[in-house]
């Protein structure tokens, strides 16, 4: 039996719902355009998720008519908005981040260099990759009036941490090279 407690997925959910609704598919699609850079969570998630917020009574949904079969479609009740506006009230923790090139570079004296400098090389397209995701997330965004301002806040912390990590990398491969 699942909890009926709010986890910082359950917000992402609402906060994703937001003032216009969406349904799963909408949730999972919005993921994969920010490259689970600032949430990572199987898509699987993004369908029970709501499922469970609504029978707790954050969500409300309806079909609608979809391409080839109908969607539901989901929207903040009462409980929704003023649970999330209690929580965006509350203060904020520091970001966990789960990040596989740190690792590899912490268990990098289990390897050889050039290994490891190998392996962090692909991070590098990735990268790039993403950033192509901010340039369509920013013509997206000139889309949705009502949050415009909060999601280029959110790709400028995104390029941010991209321009970071490229810094890093140049550090790593200028330490590790021979």
């Not at 799963?24 to 969570?41: I, T, V």
């Not at 590098?124 to 909060?150: G, K, N, V, W």
């Amino acid at each position: 039996m699942s909890s009926d407690r709010l986890t910082p997925f359950a917000y992402t959910v609402l906060a994703l719902v937001g003032a216009g609704g969406a349904g799963p598919h909408d949730l999972a699609r919005m993921m994969r355009q920010q490259g689970g850079l600032y949430w990572n969570a199987a898509e699987s998630q993004w369908y029970a998720e709501p499922k469970r917020l609504e029978r707790l009574g954050y969500l409300r949904s309806r079909k609608e008519p979809g391409r080839t079969t109908e969607r539901t479609h989901y929207e903040l009740t009462p409980a929704g908005r003023a649970a999330l506006r209690a929580w965006i009230a509350e203060p904020t923790p520091l970001p966990r981040i789960q990040n596989e090139a740190v690792v590899r570079v912490l268990a990098g004296d289990l390897a050889d260099d050039a290994t490891l400098l190998e392996s962090l090389a692909a991070l590098r397209a990735e990268l790039e990759a993403q950033r192509a995701r901010f340039d369509t997330a920013d013509e997206i965004a000139s889309t949705l009036p009502h949050r415009e301002r909060y999601l280029r806040l959110v790709h400028r912390l995104g390029r941010a941490l991209l321009e970071t990590h490229e810094r890093w990398l140049d550090e790593v491969e200028r330490e590790l090279r021979p």
